[in-house]
C-alpha cells in the first residue's frame, strides 16, 4: 500500500487543535503514533514494512526531548523529526549497518523549521505544511535509500 499523508494532516491537524497535552512525552507519544500509523503502510524493494517494535520508541525518545525544550525551538524539533525518522527507518528496513546520510533528511528539517516558525499558522495549515515535509522527506528516504536507488513499491 502506498504511503497517505492525509493520515498525517488528519491525526496533526486533531493534536494541534487539542485543548490539553500532558507534557513533552505525551506529546511525543502521540505524534510518534501519528507517524506510526502513516508509515505502517509502506513498502520499499526490500518488501513490506513490518514494525519490529524498535522504530516507534526511538522516534518518541527524540521528539520527547525536542517537546520539552521552551516555546520556539522550531530548529531543534525539525531537527528531531528528521534524526527520528531516519532512525524508524534505517533500522526497519535498511537495517542498522545502513550510512548516516540518509536523503530526505534535509527536505523534512527544512520543511517542519518553516512550518513550524510561523506564527500565523492555524492548526489546519501547520499540519498540511508538517505532513507535505514528512511525506515528501519519508518519500526520498524510501526511495533513495542509504546507499542508492530504492524504488518504493
Same mark, same amino acid.
Given at each position: 500500500?502506498?504511503?497517505?499523508?492525509?493520515?498525517?494532516?488528519?491525526?496533526?491537524?486533531?493534536? =494541534?487543535? @487539542?485543548?490539553?497535552?500532558?507534557?513533552?512525552?505525551?506529546?511525543?507519544?502521540? =505524534?510518534?503514533?501519528?507517524?506510526?500509523d502513516y508509515?505502517?503502510?509502506?513498502?520499499?524493494?526490500?518488501?513490506?514494512?513490518?514494525?519490529?517494535?524498535?522504530?516507534?520508541?526511538?522516534?518518541?525518545?527524540?521528539?520527547? @526531548?525536542?517537546?520539552?525544550?521552551?516555546?520556539?525551538?522550531?530548529p531543534v524539533?525539525?531537527?528531531?523529526?528528521?534524526?527520528g525518522i531516519?532512525? =524508524?527507518?534505517?533500522?526497519?528496513?535498511?537495517?542498522? %549497518?545502513?550510512?548516516?546520510?540518509?536523503?530526505?533528511?534535509?527536505?523534512?528539517?527544512?520543511?517542519?523549521?518553516?512550518?513550524?516558525?510561523?506564527?500565523?499558522?492555524?492548526?489546519?495549515?501547520?499540519?498540511?505544511?508538517?505532513?507535505?515535509?514528512?511525506?515528501?522527506?519519508?518519500?526520498?528516504?524510501?526511495?533513495?535509500?542509504?546507499? %542508492?536507488?530504492?524504488?518504493?513499491?
Amino acid at each position: 500500500m502506498p504511503l497517505l499523508p492525509n493520515t498525517l494532516i488528519s491525526g496533526f491537524t486533531q493534536q =494541534f487543535r @487539542a485543548a490539553r497535552v500532558t507534557g513533552a512525552q505525551d506529546a511525543a507519544q502521540k =505524534f510518534a503514533q501519528i507517524y506510526f500509523d502513516y508509515a505502517v503502510t509502506a513498502a520499499s524493494a526490500y518488501g513490506p514494512f513490518i514494525p519490529n517494535g524498535t522504530e516507534k520508541p526511538r522516534l518518541e525518545a527524540l521528539l520527547a @526531548a525536542a517537546f520539552s525544550i521552551p516555546v520556539g525551538a522550531a530548529p531543534v524539533v525539525a531537527s528531531a523529526w528528521g534524526a527520528g525518522i531516519q532512525l =524508524f527507518w534505517v533500522g526497519a528496513i535498511f537495517g542498522a %549497518g545502513a550510512g548516516s546520510a540518509v536523503p530526505g533528511v534535509p527536505a523534512i528539517i527544512g520543511g517542519l523549521s518553516g512550518a513550524l516558525s510561523n506564527p500565523l499558522n492555524t492548526p489546519e495549515s501547520a499540519a498540511a505544511l508538517m505532513a507535505s515535509a514528512i511525506d515528501t522527506g519519508t518519500r526520498t528516504l524510501l526511495i533513495a535509500g542509504p546507499s %542508492g536507488p530504492v524504488p518504493v513499491l
